[in-house]
């Protein structure tokens, strides 16, 4: 069983920044991409941000330019560095493989965006 386990989320105000980190069983980063997806309450989980495992990194258009994804093989951590924050980015942030996520998933981390 896979178990991921996300962190550094919180409330901030529009224009804030946060950053999100998830640690993996050994290895999973190293023989997977990462990836940080997003729910909203009503909303089907959508993908945010990727980094395959060989480093190619892609993103949610409304994130392009604000949000970083990044992984670390040596500690199998990733992190999701988000700025410039809005309203429209407050969800439960989860981490998974990428591009193809494992069927088990985290708690998630809320991210909460409001003035």
């Known amino acids: 069983q896979v178990r991921f386990v996300e962190s550094g989320g919180g409330s901030v105000q529009p224009g804030g920044s946060l950053r999100l980190s998830c640690t993996a069983p050994r290895n999973t980063f190293t023989l997977y991409g990462a990836g940080w997806y997003r729910q909203v309450p009503g909303k089907e989980r959508e993908l945010v941000a990727g980094?395959?495992?060989?480093?190619?990194?892609t993103y949610l258009d409304s994130v392009k330019g604000r949000f970083t994804v990044s992984r670390d093989r040596t500690t199998n951590t990733a992190h999701l560095q988000m700025n410039s924050l809005k309203a429209d980015d407050t969800a439960v942030y989860f981490c998974?493989?990428?591009?193809?996520?494992?069927?088990?998933w985290g708690q998630g981390a809320q991210v909460t965006v409001s003035s």
């Open positions: 980094i395959t495992a060989s480093g190619d990194a």
């Open positions: 998974n493989r990428f591009p193809t996520p494992s069927i088990y």
